[in-house]
T-cell receptor, first 113, second 113 residues
Framework: GNSVTQMEGPVTLSEEAFLTINCTYT??????LFWYVQYPGEGLQLLLK?????DKGSNKGFEATYRKETTSFHLEKGSGQVSDSAVYFC????????????FGSGTRLLVRP | DAMVIQNPRYQVTQFGKPVTLSCSQT?????MYWYQQKSSQAPKLLFH???????NEADTPDNFQSRRPNTSFCFLDIRSPGLGDAAMYLC????????????FGSGTQLSVL
């Protein structure tokens, strides 16, 4: 089937600690992969994406690499900031539908000073 | 500067009483989506419009309907809300496909009493 699995939250870190949020997907075909972020009181917004194997998406200090061999797209940041506190959603596209994204259930990240 | 606007932010309705949620966009995007998100779960696509072409997801209950009178506006109608329909409803847009980027509104939190 088509699914996206994220690590359960909340994930709590101290400021400047290394940050990682795991995401794995079930693969039929070659989906595009995405990370969306939702800050408190706001809508989801695209953080980064990767469209093929070994691509690395990056934005605002975050990175994620499309790993076909492990069907993973883990989100990482070398030094977390308090302002990174939000809910992060991993998502994948479907080969047979250009309009549908399959989202994971989200991981709440809390970065403390 | 809000680009996808959802009103109201919170909506309370009674069991069985029809309710309409609204979404407007200033982006002039071709595609508009409605997602349902229950607490701690992944956003689930209900349907989308490509221009005036309506596309329903196979597992979307008949209780949910949608209207798009023009490019800018899209409505979600719940004909007879049940307690299980209490959720956050997210509107999103894209130029063409979801493989590009989705622009989300802040959502409407629906409560059913």
């Amino acid at each position: 089937g088509n699914s996206v699995t994220q690590m359960e939250g909340p994930v709590t870190l101290s400021e400047e600690a290394f940050l990682t949020i795991n995401c794995t997907y079930t693969a039929t075909g070659y989906p595009s992969l995405f990370w969306y972020v939702q800050y408190p009181g706001e809508g989801l917004q695209l953080l980064l994406k990767a469209t093929k194997a070994d691509d690395k998406g990056s934005n605002k200090g975050f990175e994620a690499t499309y790993r076909k061999e492990t069907t993973s797209f883990h989100l990482e940041k070398g030094s977390g900031q308090v302002s990174d506190s939000a809910v992060y959603f991993c998502a994948r596209s479907l080969r047979d539908s250009s309009y549908k994204l399959i989202f994971g259930s989200g991981t709440r990240l809390l970065v403390r000073p | 500067d809000a680009m996808v606007i959802q009103n109201p932010r919170y909506q309370v309705t009674q069991f069985g009483k029809p309710v309409t949620l609204s979404c407007s966009q200033t982006l002039n995007h071709n595609v508009m989506y409605w997602y349902q998100q229950k607490s701690s779960q992944a956003p689930k696509l209900l349907f989308h419009y490509y221009d005036k072409d309506f596309n329903n997801e196979a597992d979307t209950p008949d209780n949910f309907q949608s209207r798009r009178p023009n490019t800018s506006f899209c409505f979600l109608d719940i004909r007879s809300p049940g307690l299980g329909d209490a959720a956050m409803y997210l509107c999103a847009t894209s130029v063409r496909t979801a493989n590009e980027k989705l622009f989300f509104g802040s959502g409407t939190q629906l409560s059913v009493l």
